[in-house]
């Protein structure tokens, strides 16, 4: 069993920077995509940036040039780099790693980030 936990969330102004972490509590897939979901009120779960161990990442277009998705992978930790945040981007943000041999996802249980205007 994996457990995800993430961290970092809070209260923002808008224009403001976050930073959030997901800390696995084991990572022994060889091949694995590590990713940050957001789900704000009365909307659906969407993407938000992914990165597989080898380094390759994919962006949603809302978030382009403002997030920066990392990971360490010694430390089996994802990290999300928000900058220029804007209230649009008020959501519970969740953290996932997926075994890209089965498909099998892990979720965190979420944290979450609320930018005020």
């Known amino acids: 069993q994996v457990q995800l936990v993430e961290s970092g969330g809070g209260l923002v102004q808008a224009g403001g920077s976050m930073r959030l972490s997901c800390a696995a509590s084991?990572?022994?897939?060889?091949?694995?995509?590590m990713g940050w979901y957001r789900q704000a009120p009365g909307k659906q779960r969407e993407l938000v940036a992914t990165m597989t161990n080898g380094g390759i990442t994919n962006y949603a277009d809302s978030v382009k040039g403002r997030f920066t998705i990392s990971r360490d992978n010694v430390k089996n930790t994802a990290y999300l780099q928000m900058n220029s945040l804007d209230p649009e981007d008020t959501a519970v943000y969740y953290c996932n790693l997926r075994n890209d041999v089965t498909t099998f996802i892990y979720w965190g249980q979420g944290t979450q980030v609320t930018v005020s205007s």
């Open positions: 084991r990572n022994t897939f060889r091949a694995n995509t």
